[in-house]
Structure formats: C-alpha cells, structure tokens
C-alpha cells in the first residue's frame, strides 16, 4: 500500500500563487481543501504556537471541517525569548482556537489565524525546533520560528 503524500508548506507555496494563500477573505473551499491536510501530518500532533508566548503545543480535540478549523492547544515546551513581550511567561493550561477557512491564511513558513495567532506545522520544523528547546537552544529555535528571515 502506498503511503499518502501530504503537501509541505514550501510544497504549497510553490503550487499555489500567493493571492490563493494569503488573501483575506480568501475562497473558503480551496483553503479547506488544501490547509486542512497540512493537520494529517502533524509531528506527534505538535505545532509550535505563537501569539503571545512561543511554545510547542500539542493539539487535541481537532475539528475540521469545510467551514472551520478547531483544536484544544496543550503546552508542551517554551521557547524561552531574549526580548519580554509582556506577559509572556503566563501560559494558560489548555486553550481552544481555530478560525474558519476564508481567514486562515498561509506564509512561507506559517499558518496564521486572523486572532493573531501562527503555528508552523510542518513536522521537520517543530521535531528540530523540539531538540532545540530540549537542549535550551532557544535562540535557534526563534530563528526557525518566529524570527526566521528576519
């Protein structure tokens, strides 16, 4: 039996033009149809979660339909910061976001809802972005994440 072939990030973005990806609003069922896969092939359901701490979280309770993505995030790691955005440290135990299709959009690297929050779901990111934390490297796990190109 063959193995089925997900789509990575750079895969898509390839594809795909930009305006289809990013756009908001964007054409809900080609979102779906191409974004929704991207949580098939998940790294041991982990992404690395951004919005006002950076953490690996690892979702449950994962809703997808055409209409909308919905997951219950779990804190797993920190990606500690050189620079404080606030209230940084406090993480909650367990949260829910999601948003629905013609507002998720796709980056180079992420997928960013329209709340402000961004995940990288490709599983070669977050398993070295995960060695990278466990070994306190956190500046080099920022650089794959939230500072990459920058």
């Known amino acids: 039996m063959d193995k089925k072939h997900f789509l990575s ?7 795909y033009d930009r305006e289809e990806l990013a756009s908001i609003p964007g054409d809900r069922e080609f979102r779906y ?7 098939e092939n998940l790294y041991e359901n982990k992404v690395v979660y951004y919005e006002r701490f950076v953490c690996i979280v690892k979702l449950e309770d994962i809703i997808i339909t055409p209409e909308r993505f919905e997951a219950t995030a779990i804190p797993y790691l920190l990606i500690k910061k050189a620079i404080s955005m606030g ?4 993480i909650p135990e367990m949260w829910r976001f999601g948003g629905v299709w013609e507002i998720i959009t796709l980056s180079l690297t992420t997928m960013t809802f ?6 990288w779901c490709d599983p070669h990111t977050v398993e070295k972005v995960e060695k990278l934390v466990l070994d ?9 994440t939230l500072w990459e190109g920058r």
């Open 9 to 15: 990030i750079s895969e898509l973005n390839a594809k």
């Open 33 to 39: 149809q191409v974004l929704s896969p991207l949580f």
């Open 87 to 90: 209230r940084s440290d406090i």
């Open 114 to 119: 329209y709340s402000g929050v961004s995940i």
């Open 136 to 144: 306190k490297k956190y500046e080099e796990a920022l650089n794959l």
